[in-house]
């Protein structure tokens, strides 16, 4: 079974740009949740997705975003760059997001912004 | 609200060296535990995770974990570290919210392996 997959693996952006990344879950989960990860903040959620639907959100501005596909397939969506938004974001996927489930992560996509 | 430590930032250990990496948790209620590992560049691969019963739980590549719920601390251990360990490791709580998994991390350790 394929894992996750995320795309662009690498991103170089310039401040006041937008990005959009994507995360293919594992077949069959419907559970997408986003973090974005920094030397400084760690790992922080940015929001879970389930069955086309926003079902949990960290503390963000709403500059970031998201959606999910029929196929369960997500973006994450960040407008208007700053140079603190440079982070590797990762995306993971679970069967229906319960407490039990295990999350299965994606390699991540490394965004500088310039 | 939940939160997880790993009061260890980094911490080196020689080949064949047993370890063992600290983390504690705050949660009102029984909580899901896991530790993860992240090699450089890559995402998080699960180790191992605690939902209940035996407190001793085993992982892969070795690692094992111990649930103390009178500590609030679920440390991880492994006998003899192989080089191939040098990564990062991370503690994670999961409790529901509304239904569905509130994931919180803690900041990591980074384990370093000397020869």
């Known amino acids: 079974k394929a894992g996750v997959t995320q795309t662009p693996r690498y991103l170089i952006k310039t401040r006041g740009q937008q990005v959009t990344l994507s995360c293919s879950p594992i077949?069959?989960?419907?559970?997408v949740s986003w973090y974005q990860q920094t030397p400084g903040q760690g790992l922080q959620f940015l929001f879970e997705?389930?069955?086309?639907?926003?079902?949990n959100k960290g503390n963000f501005p709403g500059r970031f975003s998201g959606r999910q596909f029929s196929n369960s397939r997500s973006e994450m969506n960040v407008s208007t760059l700053e140079l603190g938004d440079s982070a590797l974001y990762l995306c993971a996927s679970s069967r229906d997001g319960q407490g039990q489930e295990t999350q299965y992560f994606g390699p991540g996509t490394r965004l500088l912004v310039l | 609200a939940q939160s997880v430590t790993q009061p260890d930032i980094h911490i080196t250990v020689s080949e064949g060296a047993s370890l063992e990496l600290r983390c504690n948790y705050s949660y009102g209620a029984t909580p899901y535990l896991f530790w993860y590992v992240q090699s450089p560049g890559q995402g998080l691969q699960l180790l191992l995770k605690y939902f209940s019963g035996d407190t001793l739980v085993q992982g892969i590549k070795g690692f094992e974990a111990e649930f103390k719920r009178s500590q609030s601390s679920f440390n991880l251990r492994k006998p003899s570290v192989h080089w191939s360990d040098a990564a990062e490791y991370f503690c994670a709580v999961v409790s529901r919210s509304g239904g569905y998994q509130k994931v919180t991390f803690g900041t990591g350790t980074k384990l370093q392996v000397i020869p």
């Open positions: 997705y389930f069955s086309e639907t926003q079902r």
């Open positions: 077949s069959g989960h419907r559970s």
